[in-house]
């Protein structure tokens, strides 16, 4: 069977995204949204630098709500930078008119639920879905590398192989030197600033039931039948002793170049599942912490003792694997989650899948 996709978003995501529907053999693309006016009018093979397919790409979103597809990949910077309530918005209408939805562009609908709805998945958000999924009798999924697979998913089939379960560690290793946005850099992640300095994320997350990284844990905390008494959320920082550049700009001497987020999931008054996110703009700063570049360990204690890595890397597009990642784990779903019964579905609910293809 071919699935018709259409493509919302052409950044990071969406280019890997498009380049995969554009050449795997049971896709045929359907439309292209785009919110670059350089982009509008553009065909999407040429986004690509293939040869023209055909497609044109659109910001006129009622050109995208009257084509016929059977799923959009619905992967906007766009659509995160104006709020997860303006996505909601697309993402109802879109399943409404009768196409399923994967999306990776609000992590808090990662795991959505009557009793489960992150305030910044939007108001109503998980009745507004519900409904539109009726509606259009369609389908809605999201997934990223995290939360979505590298923190739940994956650890979550890797507890199969276990008896006992004293301890399970997840930690997550992200080189973000290559990250051009100063203002993401700086301003909101708080590398090259004073270790004491506030900064977005460690605010966000310091309301640790908001975070998306809860989503991740209270999944897998789920998958195993347990009720967490207390998530405990820390930050670590470590400082360069030197000036140090990179894609955004410099690092100065004495502010934060590498830091450690902590998710501590208590239970019988001590830490089961812990989470641990390493962000780096160098190697140099906290060598005992890992190194590395869009790599994932998990380490179970327990009988059996469990240790497990993945490392990804990719020379395509940005070179960002975690894009990558995330857009494969977005169009490897598609036609599982067009098959499903209209509704929402999460990593508990959708049916097992395979990915990738080969080619001729």
Not at 50 to 66: F, K, N
Not at 149 to 176: G, K, S
Not at 321 to 336: G, I, K, Y
Request: with cysteine.
């Amino acid at each position: 069977m071919t699935y018709r996709i259409i493509q919302w978003g052409t950044g990071n995501v969406g280019m890997h995204a498009l380049r995969t529907i554009v050449e795997r053999p049971d896709f045929e693309l359907a439309g292209v949204r785009v919110y670059n006016p350089d982009k509008v009018g553009v065909d999407a093979g040429t986004l690509l630098g293939h040869q023209p397919i055909g497609v044109y790409a659109t910001d006129d979103v009622e050109v995208i709500v009257g084509t016929e597809a059977d799923c959009v990949c619905y992967s906007p910077l766009g659509g995160t930078l104006e709020g997860g309530h303006k996505a909601l918005d697309d993402i109802c209408r879109l399943l409404a008119s009768g196409k399923n939805v994967v999306s990776s562009a609000v992590e808090d609908l990662a795991y959505i639920s009557p009793d489960l709805a992150l305030p910044g998945a939007g108001p109503d958000a998980y009745e507004r879905m519900t409904e539109a999924c009726e509606a259009g009798r369609t389908s809605f999924f999201h997934v990223g590398i995290n939360p979505g697979f590298a923190m739940d998913l994956w650890p979550m089939q890797l507890t199969r192989l276990c008896r006992r379960i004293d301890t399970l560690r997840v930690t997550e290793v992200v080189d973000m030197s290559r990250y051009t946005s100063i203002h993401m850099v700086r301003d909101a992640l708080g590398f090259g600033l004073p270790p004491d300095a506030p900064s977005v994320v460690d605010a966000h997350l310091s309301k640790v039931y908001q975070s998306p990284f809860y989503l991740s844990m209270r999944m897998l905390a789920d998958s195993l039948s347990v009720q967490l008494e207390e998530v405990r959320y820390h930050r670590e920082a470590a400082v360069t002793d030197r000036d140090i550049s990179i894609a955004a700009g410099s690092i100065g001497a004495g502010t934060v170049a590498a830091m450690k987020l902590h998710f501590d999931g208590i239970l019988h008054g001590r830490v089961v599942i812990a989470f641990e996110l390493i962000w780096r703009v160098t190697d140099t700063v906290a060598p005992q912490w890992l190194a590395g570049d869009s790599r994932w360990v998990v380490h179970i204690d327990g009988d059996p003792t469990l240790d497990s890595e993945i490392v990804l890397a990719t020379s395509e597009d940005a070179g960002r694997a975690v894009s990558l990642a995330v857009a494969t784990l977005l169009l490897n779903s598609v036609p599982t989650v067009c098959k499903a019964e209209p509704g929402l579905i999460n990593n508990l609910t959708l049916a097992p899948h395979a990915g990738g293809y080969f080619p001729a």
